[in-house]
């Protein structure tokens, strides 16, 4: 998961075949988690990044649409 930043830091669309696979690998990485509440902010990041997106900008745009509406 960690691998590739590109489709976040390029803008690229991600495909479904491409979303399948980061999400695979991120059950994988998480599946022995024991401390969640110590890493909610890099289990949050890494989840968002599944679907090629950065969780800080995310959430902006969903303030500032909310505000805009």
Same mark, same amino acid.
């Given at each position: 998961?960690?691998? @590739?930043?590109?489709?976040?830091?390029?803008?690229?669309?991600?495909?479904?075949?491409?979303?399948?696979?980061?999400?695979?690998?991120?059950?994988?990485?998480?599946? @022995?988690?024991?401390?969640?509440? /110590?890493?909610?902010?890099?289990?949050?990041?890494?989840?968002?990044?599944?679907? /090629?997106?950065?969780?800080?900008?995310?959430?902006?745009?969903?303030?500032?649409?909310?505000?805009?509406?």
């Amino acid at each position: 998961m960690r691998r @590739d930043r590109s489709a976040i830091e390029g803008g690229m669309r991600l495909g479904w075949q491409e979303i399948r696979q980061r999400a695979r690998d991120f059950s994988a990485e998480w599946k @022995d988690a024991h401390y969640e509440k /110590g890493e909610t902010q890099t289990f949050y990041n890494e989840f968002f990044r599944i679907f /090629g997106l950065d969780r800080r900008i995310t959430m902006i745009e969903c303030v500032f649409a909310k505000l805009t509406q």
